[in-house]
């Protein structure tokens, strides 16, 4: 999907950082993503550590057995009758759900969010067997009429303003779209619906699967996801092999944690448990069942147990909205379909560490999206991993995966003298304070002058007595520097 010249990771993060309209729309997104999330998990108590907790030893120990939960949910699934096809790669789902579409002569898909098919990109393989897919998230939606990848894994179009999505709308739906919200929704939901009635096939993701009993859990806010599996013939599901759990009891969890990480919600609009086909002609729901379940890489991060805590992920997105690097460069910067931190984990694992050895150093090491993790992933310590394996010269062990490109998105942006004025700003100070600490004394009188400018300045930055530095205190805590330094201070005591 990549057009223009292939880009490399300092190249995009350079373009990201100039395009005013896309630190504004991340400044936005994210500062609300918290909001939403200081007012819900204060309310919780410990209950939120217990749940945390709760999902992590589920996870582990599925992992763990992964091979027996597998086996029995694709037996139930069978029982129940649905078909499973299990997919080494990318190329055998997209083959096995081409031959599905062509057998039942569809030529229209209607599909709802799932990064799993933006992974496999199928998209591309349904057009070239001449099947129209149709996304029916509306961000996706949004992103697949801009010819983009999504940049956010709950949010696909964070990275775009409301005007830009009436422009866009009025350009490719052949209709006047004003910057109102109610706008923008009513006419993609006009066009949608017309869709999903003439689809001849769906397509979802999976959000979770239960072994026990078969089941697919769907999540979603929209309701497109429903419309998706109960109106088309034919429903077609993928998944990655570490989305089962073993029990309905523990499908409970990730109920409460998924929405609560994701958005602060305590639980989503829409909650849709698919067993199976309909039992009668009246029922809902398709004539045809299939799940793809899907490997591409991932029983090499299985393998590797210093890394397979990544298969824990819930994609929930929290990670990136807490992470200081991904508000300032967005998701396209990371050049794959899983961005932020736990895309600098995961994709070294599926693309290949060689083609993306940046990632794992596209990180602050803050500690911050582990903190934010509702299953408690321990991120940090796999991106320090990581880097030790690409410095050392590891074995690459991703045969044959995608390689990690520039994103669909990659037009230039004029981005606004203000943003490109920070940046720069913002690169001569680590540059000054880099050269004042290679030499003592440059540090100790860089560290006199900025004692001298606070007493001065001090005042401007709230009354904490520390230097005002926007954006950089507009969320974080910058402690005032002390009046003497460590060695006034060690002289004046022995004195």
Same mark, same amino acid.
């Given at each position: ?53 709760? /999902? ?153 699967? =239960? ?18 599996? %109960? ?31 994701? %958005?602060?919600?305590?639980?989503? %609009? ?21 799940? =793809? ?107 044959? /995966? ?9 037009? /230039? ?36 002058? /900025? ?45």
């Amino acid at each position: 999907m990549s057009t223009g010249t292939p880009e490399n990771f300092t190249q995009r993060t350079r373009r990201a950082l100039s395009d005013g309209q896309l630190q504004r729309a991340l400044a936005t997104a994210t500062a609300r993503h918290h909001e939403s999330r200081s007012r819900s998990l204060p309310l919780l108590g410990s209950e939120w550590e217990r749940l945390r907790e709760r /999902a992590r030893e589920v996870k582990n120990h599925t992992l763990a057995h992964l091979d027996y939960y597998l086996a029995q949910f694709a037996a139930n699934v069978e029982r129940a009758g649905g078909r499973v096809f299990w997919a080494a790669d990318a190329a055998a789902a997209n083959r096995y759900v081409v031959e599905v579409a062509r057998r039942r002569g569809a030529r229209l898909a209607v599909k709802s969010k799932s990064m799993m098919t933006e992974e496999v990109e199928l998209n591309r393989a349904l057009e070239l067997a001449g099947v129209l897919a149709v996304e029916t998230d509306l961000g996706e939606y949004i992103v697949q009429l801009a010819g983009e990848r999504p940049s956010h894994i709950t949010a696909p179009a964070i990275h775009k303003s409301r005007h830009e999505i009436a422009k866009l709308f009025s350009e490719k739906l052949g209709a006047e779209c004003g910057p109102e919200t109610e706008r923008i929704t009513a006419l993609a939901r006009r066009v949608l619906r017309e869709r999903f009635a003439r689809a001849d096939l769906g397509v979802t993701g999976v959000n979770f699967a =239960v072994a026990e009993t078969g089941t697919i859990a769907l999540i979603e806010n929209e309701g497109n996801i429903r419309l998706s599996t %109960s109106l088309p013939r034919v429903h077609v599901a993928l998944m990655g092999i570490e989305k089962v759990v073993p029990r309905m009891e523990d499908l409970e969890v990730f109920l409460k944690v998924l929405p609560l990480g994701a %958005s602060g919600q305590k639980i989503t %609009s829409y909650v849709s448990l698919l067993t199976g086909l309909k039992h009668s002609p009246q029922d809902e729901g398709p004539e045809e069942f299939h799940v =793809v379940i899907i490997d591409n890489g991932r029983t090499r991060a299985l393998a590797n147990a210093e890394l397979r805590e990544s298969l824990n992920c819930i994609r929930c997105g929290a990670c990136l909205n807490a992470c200081p690097v991904y508000q300032k460069i967005g998701g396209h910067a990371y050049g794959w379909i899983y961005p932020g931190p736990i895309g600098a984990v995961l994709t070294p694992q599926l693309t290949g560490r060689r083609q993306s050895a940046d990632l794992p150093f596209a990180s602050t090491l803050c500690g911050a999206c582990r903190d934010a993790c509702p299953v408690k992933i321990d991120l940090p310590r796999m991106l320090l991993h990581l880097r030790h394996e690409i410095k050392e010269g590891g074995p690459d062990d991703a045969r044959g /995966a995608p390689a990690v490109g520039a994103p669909a998105h990659t037009q /230039a942006s004029g981005g606004g003298l203000g943003a490109r004025a920070a940046a720069a700003l913002e690169g001569l100070a680590f540059r000054l304070w880099a050269g004042a600490m290679k030499n003592a004394s440059r540090y100790r009188r860089v560290s006199r002058a /900025a004692r001298w400018a606070q007493k001065i300045f001090g005042r401007l930055g709230g009354g904490t007595g520390a230097l005002p530095v926007p954006p950089w205190t507009r969320r974080r805590d910058l402690k005032p520097l002390p009046p003497r330094t460590f060695r006034e201070q060690w002289e004046e005591s022995r004195k």
